[in-house]
Nanobody, 112 residues
Framework: QVQLVESGGGFVQAGGSLRLSCVASGSIFSASRMGWYRQAPGKQRELVAM???????NYADSVKGRFTIARDNAKNTVYLQMNSLKPEDSAVYYCTHANVFWGQGTQVTVSS
């Protein structure tokens, strides 16, 4: 069983930044594909960013150039640095381990 604990969400004005963290336990973290998804009210959960065990990354078009996903294998942690935030980025952000295990989510709210 893999446990994922997210942190770092909050309230920020448009143009601001936040960094989300997700600590994983119970897995061989360094070999795992990790990702961030988000879900806004009334919308489907959507991929934000993904990083493979080898460090390859993939981003949703809507966040390219603004968000960066990174991992620290020594700390079993994956990060999502979010810059130039927009109101449409407001959502609950979820960390996932290989799209099998999910964290509880952290709320991000961006005001205009």
């Amino acid at each position: 069983q893999v446990q994922l604990v997210e942190s770092g969400g909050g309230f920020v004005q448009a143009g601001g930044s936040l960094r989300l963290s997700c600590v994983a336990s119970g897995s061989i973290f360094s070999a795992s594909r990790m990702g961030w998804y988000r879900q806004a009210p009334g919308k489907q959960r959507e991929l934000v960013a993904m990083i493979t065990g080898g460090g390859a990354t993939n981003y949703a078009d809507s966040v390219k150039g603004r968000f960066t996903i990174a991992r620290d294998n020594a700390k079993n942690t994956v990060y999502l640095q979010m810059n130039s935030l927009k109101p449409e980025d407001s959502a609950v952000y979820y960390c996932t381990h290989a799209n099998v295990f999910w964290g509880q989510g952290t709320q991000v709210t961006v005001s205009s």
